[in-house]
């Protein structure tokens, strides 16, 4: 009975340290494997087995197995914070380039600095730029013609 549960408890806690390098899958794996060591503990309780150990071992087993129980939840369930809700939110709109982008360069987007790529070439500083893309964090932009922009002004 005590090797079952050596076994089963010893998968588990390795099963757990796996998980911090291959993912929350394995720590899902982890998971049922407490919830199986917790109940073999319970099944040798029930059996006359009891002793202060199994006591420790079981209420031990039940903390980790929450706890990775809630990383292996986390993980799984987890929205990149730049995924689609960030893309509609920067998508079309206008800034200024903080720096000339030759193609890569600064842009003040709503009050943000965010790293920029050009997509159609040298943009010089203060140049409007519209977001028409965006790649992990950096903006991919579209530089307006500074003479039409001047133009405009002056009219």
Known sequence: MWAVAGVLLGTFFLTSLLGFHLGPHSHAVATVLGIAAAAWLVATAVSGESSALLWTLFSADVCLTAGVSLLAWRGLHFVAPNSAGQHTRVMGK??????????????????????????????????????????????????????????????
């Open 94 to 155: 206008q800034g200024v380039a903080k720096s000339a982008l030759k193609p890569d360069g600064t842009v003040n987007l709503m009050g943000e600095d965010w790293s920029a790529t050009s997509l159609n070439g040298y943009i010089e500083v203060g140049t409007v730029v519209q977001v028409i893309g965006l790649n992990g964090l950096r903006l991919e932009v579209w530089g307006e013609d500074n003479e039409a922009i001047n133009k405009g002004v002056s009219q």
